[in-house]
């Protein structure tokens, strides 16, 4: 079982930045592909970013140009560097791990951005 502990969530002002983390249990980390979701008040839950274990990253719209997800698979870690944050992007982030049939979820941070 593979487990998923999100950090780095907080409460920032619009135009400000964060870094979010998630460290991922486990051995398969290094094979797997991660992504960073998010869930605002009222809405569905919604892709914001990818990366493989190849390191191919794929960005919501949205996001695109602002945000940034990295590994570091020494660390077992995946990054969101948040840049430029509007209130839009207030909501609970979710770090996603995928390994052929298996995904787990973590139990997500809280982002708000003030405007």
């Known amino acids: 079982q593979v487990q998923l502990v999100e950090s780095g969530g907080g409460l920032v002002q619009a135009g400000e930045s964060l870094r979010l983390s998630c460290a991922a249990s486990g051995s398969i980390f290094r094979f797997a592909d991660m992504g960073w979701y998010r869930q605002a008040p009222g809405k569905q839950r919604e892709l914001v970013a990818t990366i493989t274990s190849g390191d191919s990253t794929n960005y919501a719209d949205s996001v695109k140009g602002r945000f940034t997800i990295s590994r570091d698979n020494a660390k077992n870690t995946v990054y969101l560097q948040m840049n430029s944050l509007k209130s839009e992007d207030t909501a609970v982030y979710y770090c996603?791990?995928?390994?052929?049939?298996?995904?787990?979820w973590g139990q997500g941070t809280q982002v708000t951005v003030s405007s």
């Open positions: 996603n791990i995928k390994f052929g049939l298996f995904a787990s």
